[in-house]
DNA sequence: CCCGAAATAGGAGATATCTCATATTATTAT
DNA sequence: ATAATAATATGAGATATCTCCTATTTCGGG
């Protein structure tokens, strides 16, 4: 097993490159991303310590592998699939573990696309808002949310902007700040399930 | 274990209440239902021969449970989770099977996710048509697909409409006929990754 | 065979979201 | 420090999609 480490936008996987790794995050953050054929790229999830990486290359020998790009430094354990597939699958603390997390993406996926179907940006927006603000302040990067929720640039800004006007968030220098956390929670609370 | 059956349209598990089996399906069809807060249903995915369900629960004590129902006479083997929660969870066969069948899961999930993001429904139906046309008959029930595929009725019939009117169905009594496999081929084309 | 429920069908207007175009401001590499 | 690149902003018009309404048709149960 090996240790790696990567930079900040570097590019742990390459889209359509099989790894000859499969990785476990220690420490930082990454990107999931795909490309379709006209060009769009879309940010499918992204990917925090305690995450695997590689895993569907490890059980599929037909896959189509995603990019993954750090989005912070990230280090992570590097087991060499080539030496150690077999015995991974073969052990059974490993596959339990496995199991798990796979269930937990699977479940946050499904999660993830109902709701997207279900409902406007506004409720969506709120939820995200509220699971990435570092207490009352709220600074990703537009383009990075826009990706991850789907919608273009200009309409990402046109419901910040609402949320301003409504008093719900205010725009300071380079971030914004929360000012009625229960009007975001009674939008964002919208998507759970009953 | 034991051998369920199930009529069409009746629940194998009810939305919120935890099952006392693990199903593995071997013949007919279902749907996983997921309802929100505001009483809209979201039609999650389709579950045919040869998938588990109950999966989830197995694996987590805590989990809200989805609603499933049979669309088909449906047969399966129903295991006792707590007769058998242990040594399953100690089986290396069963576990790597499971971790495959959580992996394609987990990827198709988030495929439909993201194609939902970035694609019209015009291209989405196509695909759907494709998918589960008969030979060059699609019959689907409109309710369902618009469920499925998350859009309102009224949306649905308009695209449909519109493919007719380009020639690309036909509607005949009771389903429609594809009249121009090649168009909807394009259209379906453009969800494939690169 | 009849009835009520579910499914199909389509009009009309509202809203969410997109595309394109154009500035301005940060950030990064040289 | 400068130039190139990425990110932020905003307007205007187009399109995808929704909601509400109202008929008509199909279908399963008594």
Redesign the pocket.
């Given at each position: 097993m090996e240790v790696h480490e990567y930079k900040r936008d570097e590019w742990i996987i390459r889209e359509g490159m099989r790894p000859d790794y499969l990785y476990y995050v220690i420490e930082g953050k990454a990107k999931i991303y795909l490309t379709y054929q006209n060009g769009k790229v879309s940010l499918i999830n992204f990917i925090n310590a305690h995450d695997y990486i590689g895993e569907m290359e490890l059980l599929h020998e037909v896959y189509y592998t995603k990019g993954i790009q750090a989005t912070s430094k990230l280090i992570c354990f590097a087991i060499p699939l080539h030496h150690c597939r077999k015995r991974l699958l073969e052990d059974t603390t490993f596959l339990r573990e496995l199991t798990k997390f796979l269930s937990m993406k699977a479940t946050k996926m499904a999660e993830k696309y109902s709701q997207s179907?279900s409902?406007?940006?506004?409720n969506r927006l709120a939820d995200f808002i509220l699971q990435t603000a570092d207490g009352e302040i709220y600074k990703e990067?537009?383009?990075t949310v826009c990706d991850f929720l789907?919608?273009?640039?200009?309409?990402l800004?046109?419901?910040?902007?609402q949320f301003c006007e409504k008093g719900y968030l205010e725009?300071e220098e380079?971030h914004y700040s929360i000012r009625q956390n229960d009007a975001l929670h009674r939008l964002a609370d919208v998507l759970k399930n009953k």
């Open positions: 179907l409902f406007p940006l506004e990067k537009h383009v789907g919608v273009s640039y200009r309409h800004l046109h419901v910040l902007v725009k380079r």
